[in-house]
């Protein structure tokens, strides 16, 4: 029996949904479990799979935004009367959130249209003294377009044919007019003032060449909906933000050594005991924990961190929740499971919410330092580093040392430079002697 | 904007006239001679010995057929020196007073840079209207063009007071019996017609396998033959070993694949090249940077300093007068912002000798290297009515040009005027133009000139007075 294909309810509070990247098309079969097409919601992409077996006979929603359990199209057998499907999917589509119709593409461009000419070897609607002037121009007066009454061609479309005629024949040397005509070259395309010389020809030629052989081409497709999140937080937080950038080297031999010593009970990371020392030092400085409502700001006795995880199709910030009250080894386990989660789409909004802090590594792509943008309502962000073995002086001693850069965003809004700095040189303290910690 | 220029060759005076036209504030350093080695060594001086040397030769061997009975005639070298010498002065006073009449400073000194913005003068000591010795000079822009000087290659001997190089060969007291020419370059080549002429026994010895190398080979052939007619004897693929002092003058010990020769001369003329004259100029004090012995340009005459340039012979490129003064000005006009060109496939190459020889653009040889599918139209001097006319049949027209386009990639000439006509060719590489055109332009009669466009008909095989 046909049936609606829906859109799904992914989370407690998904209301709606974008449709994306069909697999299928009209008349398509399907089996069971058989991905149709992706679902995106402000957090996650899913893709959704066939709930039976069927032939898709109708596609009602090919993209845009759909309310949840609202008909996106319609199973059923190869030969079955879906009439009464169709007039009820008509009802419910009638309203989509979004049009669901394909987004504005730009008309292709019309070809130019070629101006009224009398049909060669007809009668020519011309005076016989403009037919004269012609003659004496030595113009074709059948390549002439006419201005006068009912195009009738005047002396004056004559002139300014000629006019035109003689501009437009490019000055060109001999033999740069031989190379054009052997190539298929048309002089007139060729943009220069002076005389067109050989050299002129074959730069153009082997320009066209190359433009034919790297066929420039642009492809235009509507960001998904998490892309269009990132893109208005990401400028939005620029705009809010009164932002400034620290840099502070560290060394990282003691954090090294602590995960190796772990090693064997638990596989902690470098993040896990980030957000660990975070955790303890955040407290100690709240402005940086804090956030600003209209003129007032807030701080917290708590500390939730929100760790960066990059996704195929861009990023999201899962939230390890009073990391204050954590220890290290549940730390690690809370960010490995919400990682999972998030590579999984199955993050719920609470887990992605109620941030006070974010840390995003990218130093496993080997970067030393960057700027990252702050996530809204939040003051800061802290951006970590790779490792890199550098030779410092220790006593007067060049000596080879792991170090990590840490690039801290700070909102001077509220956080001046001197608390920020502070608040780097105690993490630096922190993950330079992390025994401080059991203190 | 004040413009210094060093040197006062065709290169360098000319750069000071244009500045000049263009509104710049010139001085021009001399330490030598106004008008340079083409002017006072080279070009000119040359060609007023050769034109008596034309003269004689028609005497000598065309009078009689041409209706005159020439009889007690003499060719006088000491009037012939003296009519050089008048004729350089008048040119290097026309020269004084174009600089005169610009407004640009000229001095007669030796230019030593102490900086890349200053030069310091030391005048030259007969300059006895300026009461001090030397002046330092500020530019914003400096043009060097201090020329070439012979090169004098390492052979054994060849310091000696008979062994000469060009500058003396122009001015020698009298004519000596025999000479010995090392080098069948241009230099050496025109050296040979004149002593020759004036009844020396001549040897050119020449290491390539040909004299006058540069030049295309259907041109050259025409000049060699003549030579060896009226006696000059020719020695190529030869190296000259040793120049020792002998019983009978100086013994020039020559090795080829035939062995050892010795040739006795009473004078050896050294014409292997020459090379950039930069041994005053202090060039590192300016931080300009030289390679294998010439500044270094890029291609608007720049030297590594971007406000010093390097125009004509010492900077290496091609050394003819005529390049250099192309360069000057073209350096001048980048100076001040004018955005002008130098089109360098129009050289035109002349040799002065009898037959006359000039070339523009690419040999044969030179073309097919480059990969041009060539095509060669060849129309000889014999069948042209006005070269019959003036009893110099010898030799030919000759147009390079590319079967694909049409288009005129080379012309070389041997015979009467042909530095004169070499400058159709050049033009018609300058415009690109196409057989086509040569062959549609009309060309007076009679005249040599005709010959030009037969060569062009001739480049399909259609030749009008040729047979088929």
Redesign the interface.
């Known amino acids: 029996m046909a049936k609606f294909l829906v859109m799904p309810k992914l989370g407690l509070t998904m209301t709606e949904g974008n449709i994306a990247n069909w697999r299928k098309v009209e008349g398509d079969s399907v089996t069971m479990g058989e991905i149709i097409f992706d679902v995106e919601t402000d957090k996650i992409t899913k893709e959704f799979e066939s709930p039976g077996e069927g032939i898709i006979r109708k596609i009602l929603v090919s993209e845009g935004t759909v309310e949840v359990l609202k008909p996106i199209a319609i199973i059923g057998k190869a030969d079955e009367d879906i009439s009464a499907l169709l007039a009820e999917a008509e009802k419910a589509v009638a309203s989509p959130v979004a049009s669901a119709t394909k987004p504005d593409a730009p008309e292709p461009p019309k070809a130019e249209q070629a101006p009224v000419k009398p049909a060669t070897g007809g009668r020519v609607k011309a005076s016989a003294r403009t037919k004269k002037i012609a003659a004496e121009l030595k113009i074709d007066i059948t390549q002439v377009t006419g201005t006068g009454p009912q195009g009738a061609i005047t002396e004056k479309d004559v002139n300014e044919f000629a006019e035109k005629a003689k501009t437009a024949q490019p000055k060109i040397?001999?033999?740069?007019g031989?190379?054009a005509a052997?190539l298929g070259v048309d002089p007139g395309q060729i943009n220069k003032d002076g005389r067109i010389?050989?050299a002129d020809v074959l730069a153009f030629k082997q320009n066209a060449d190359f433009l034919k052989y790297a066929d420039p081409q642009e492809f235009t497709k509507p960001m998904s909906a998490m892309r269009k999140i990132i893109a208005s937080r990401m400028s939005a937080s620029q705009e809010t933000a009164a932002t400034v950038n620290y840099n502070q080297r560290v060394d990282t031999t003691a954090m090294k050594q602590l995960r190796e010593e772990l090693k064997s009970t638990a596989k902690i990371t470098y993040t896990d005991i980030l957000v660990k020392i975070l955790s303890r030092v955040l407290l100690e400085f709240p402005l940086l924990n804090s956030a600003i409502v209209g003129t007032d700001i807030v701080t917290r006795n708590y500390v939730n961190i929100g760790v960066a995880v990059a996704l195929p199709d861009g990023l999201i910030v899962p939230v390890v929740k009073f990391a204050n009250k954590l220890d290290l080894g549940a730390i690690s386990t809370e960010i490995k499971a919400l990682a999972e989660k998030a590579r999984n789409n199955e993050l719920e909004t609470d887990e992605i919410t109620g941030g006070t802090f974010t840390l995003t590594n990218i130093g496993m792509f080997g970067m030393e330092s960057f700027t990252p943008i702050i996530n809204q309502p939040e003051v800061a962000i802290l951006g970590i580093n790779t490792i890199i073995d550098t030779p410092m002086v220790v006593e007067g001693q060049v000596v080879i040392k792991p170090m990590m850069n840490l690039s801290l965003t700070a909102d001077h809004r509220v956080v001046d430079g001197s608390v920020a700095a502070q608040f780097v040189a105690r993490l630096k303290e922190l993950i330079e002697k992390p025994g401080l910690l059991l203190l | 904007m004040k413009i210094v220029i060093i040197g006062g060759g065709p290169g360098g005076y000319v750069a000071a006239i244009r500045a000049a036209h263009l509104g710049a504030e010139v001085t021009l350093i001399e330490n030598k001679f106004l008008g340079g080695t083409c002017l006072n060594v080279g070009c000119i001086p040359t060609k007023v010995l050769l034109h008596t040397t034309e003269l004689l030769d028609v005497l000598k061997n065309d009078a009689k057929e041409l209706g005159i009975t020439v009889s007690g005639y003499e060719a006088d070298w000491k009037t012939l020196q003296k009519r050089k010498t008048k004729i350089i002065k008048k040119l290097v006073g026309g020269v004084k007073a174009l600089l005169k009449n610009n407004t640009i400073t000229q001095i007669m000194g030796t230019g030593v840079f102490l900086n890349d913005h200053q030069i310091k003068v030391t005048y030259n000591n007969n300059q006895d209207e300026i009461s001090k010795d030397e002046e330092v000079i500020d530019f914003d822009f400096a043009i060097i063009a201090t020329g070439s000087k012979p090169v004098i290659p390492p052979i054994p001997g060849s310091v000696h007071p008979d062994v000469i190089t060009s500058d003396a060969a122009l001015s020698l007291e009298a004519v000596p019996e025999s000479l010995c020419i090392i080098g069948g370059g241009v230099i050496g080549c025109e050296f040979a017609t004149i002593y020759n002429a004036f009844g020396c026994k001549v040897t050119i010895i020449e290491m390539l396998p040909d004299i006058v190398a540069t030049m295309d080979r259907d041109i050259v052939k025409p000049l060699k033959d003549k030579l060896i007619k009226d006696g000059v004897e020719i020695f190529t693929r030869t190296k000259v070993e040793s120049i020792k002092e002998g019983p009978d003058g100086l013994a020039v010990t020559t090795s080829s694949q035939a062995g050892e020769k010795i040739v006795t001369a009473q004078k050896v003329l050294l014409s292997v090249g020459r090379k950039p004259e930069l041994s005053t100029l202090e060039l590192e004090k300016a931080g300009i940077k030289t390679e294998r012995g010439a500044i270094k340009v890029n291609q608007k005459m720049q030297t590594n300093k971007p406000h010093i340039y390097a125009v004509g012979d010492c900077n290496g490129g091609v050394m003819l007068a005529h390049v250099a003064s192309a360069q000057g000005i073209f350096a001048v006009e980048t100076i001040v912002g004018i955005r002008s060109q130098i089109d360098f496939k129009t050289i035109p190459y002349c040799v002065y000798t009898k037959p006359e020889l000039a070339g523009v653009g690419l040999t044969e040889a030179e073309a097919r290297e480059a990969g041009y599918d060539v095509k060669v139209g060849n129309f000889p001097m014999a069948v042209n009515g006005k070269a019959m006319i003036i009893g110099e049949t010898t030799g030919l027209v000759k147009y390079v040009t590319?079967a694909?386009?049409?288009?005129?990639l080379g012309l070389h000439m041997a015979g009467p005027r042909a530095t004169d006509l070499i400058v159709e060719g050049a033009l018609a590489i300058r415009?690109?133009?196409?057989v086509?055109?040569l062959k549609s332009t009309i060309h007076a009669h009679p005249t040599v000139g005709e010959s030009l466009m037969e060569a062009a008909h001739a480049v399909n095989g259609e030749a009008i007075h040729l047979m088929r």
């Open positions: 040397s001999p033999t740069a031989v190379i052997g010389m050989k | 590319d694909a386009t049409g288009e005129i415009l690109e133009a196409t086509a055109e």
